[in-house]
């Protein structure tokens, strides 16, 4: 069993910055693939950013260069550095975890761990 608690978020300005931290508990692996995904009100789950065990990466096309992920494998953390925040990047934001992934990202279902979210809010 995983377990993966998000921190970091908050509310910001436009153009400030934030890094999310999600540190996992449990049996977690240095081999399951990790990321980030977002929602907010009136918008499906999307994905954000990926990383698998080699650090590897993958971006959503919205992030255009704002976000970093990496990784701490000896301290079992993920990160999320988010630089240039905009308003459409309001959302609450939530860490997987999953061993199975499609195309570098991780499926998180039906058998992905997911933390509880940290919310981000930016204002114009």
């Known amino acids: 069993q995983i377990q993966l608690a998000e921190s970091g978020g908050g509310s910001v300005e436009a153009g400030g910055s934030l890094r999310l931290s999600c540190a996992a508990s449990g049996t977690i692996t240095r081999h399951y693939y990790m990321g980030w995904f977002r929602q907010s009100p009136g918008k499906g789950r999307e994905r954000v950013a990926a990383?698998?065990?080699?650090?590897?990466?993958r971006y959503a096309d919205f992030v255009s260069g704002r976000f970093t992920i990496s990784r701490d494998n000896t301290k079992n953390i993920l990160y999320l550095q988010m630089l240039n925040l905009k308003p459409d990047d309001t959302a609450m934001y939530f860490c997987v975890a999953d061993s199975s992934a499609w195309d570098g990202w991780p499926r998180g279902e039906p058998f992905g761990y997911w933390g509880q979210g940290t919310q981000v809010t930016v204002s114009s």
């Open positions: 990383i698998d065990s080699d650090g590897n990466t």
